[in-house]
């Protein structure tokens, strides 16, 4: 487990699940014109994502370190940046089971979008 790949594959998995439940009512009020009202709890759950997402760095960098890797730098990145991924996958389990969509611009719409939104994310994870 100590292998810098294995360690950016897991990296994203606790801050993924901290956020995944609002990712469902973000995408619903985004992609199914549903109102969102909720911005206290979407605050409180973006201060989760930090704090879970600087503990998981913390610990990553630590076991880097802890081997000697000297590239623990881009590894620490993208352990928080792979939560983007995950936030990725999970777009296209909400496309397919959760929207009506169908045909080549909406399909293009939505994932261009979603892949900007996930790249967005994963800056802002790996910069923490």
Do not use: H
Request: net charge neutral.
């Amino acid at each position: 487990f100590m292998e810098p790949a294995v360690i950016v594959c897991l990296g994203g998995i606790l801050p993924f699940g901290s956020i995944f439940i609002e990712m469902y009512f973000i995408f619903t009020s985004f992609w199914a014109y549903k109102i969102y009202y909720v911005y206290g709890f979407m605050m409180l759950v973006l201060v989760i994502l930090c704090i879970v997402t600087v503990c998981v760095t913390i610990v990553c960098t630590y076991f880097l370190l802890n081997a000697e890797d000297y590239r623990w730098q881009w590894t620490s990145f993208l352990s928080a940046a792979s939560t983007a991924i995950y936030v990725y996958m999970y777009s296209f389990y909400y496309y397919f089971f959760k929207t009506k969509m169908y045909g080549l611009f909406q399909t293009s719409f939505y994932f261009g979008y979603m892949a900007v939104f996930s790249t967005a994310l994963g800056i802002m994870c790996g910069k923490l």
